[in-house]
């Protein structure tokens, strides 16, 4: 499976981003999607998952109520709306692939990384 991310970006706080990824390989219904991220000297952390079908969603509790994470099956796509930027949303941001059938926010959990996409919130 390949993972390739897309939509990062430089705006100001308050802004609005939606960053994409797109897999390839196995049926993109066989797996749990996440969203990750790491900022400049910290470690990766969880920001977001999606189920198989779409049905089920799980946030971390910084960005809950700020970003929305949904997927396109048909189009082999994950998405993450991130409204209300704030500054210490700054960090490269990673989806990832979990062949497993629950929802996860474990980062060993997850199977395939794609390369990630900076997103930089100025104040």
């Known amino acids: 499976v390949q993972l390739q991310a897309s939509g990062g970006g430089l705006v100001q706080a308050g802004a609005s981003l939606r960053l994409s990824c797109v897999a390839s390989g196995r049926p993109f219904s066989t797996y749990v999607l996440g969203w990750f991220r790491q900022a400049p000297g910290k470690e990766r952390e969880f920001v977001a998952c999606i189920s198989r079908l779409g049905g089920s969603t799980d946030y971390s509790g910084s960005v809950k109520g700020r970003f929305t994470i949904s997927r396109d099956n048909a189009k082999n796509t994950v998405y993450l709306q991130m409204n209300s930027l704030k500054p210490e949303d700054t960090a490269v941001y990673y989806c990832?692939?979990?062949?497993?059938?629950?929802?996860?926010?474990?980062?060993?959990?997850?199977?395939?990384w794609g390369q990630g996409t900076q997103v930089t919130v100025s104040s």
């Open positions: 990832a692939a979990d062949y497993g059938l629950a929802l996860t926010t474990t980062i060993q959990t997850y199977d395939y």
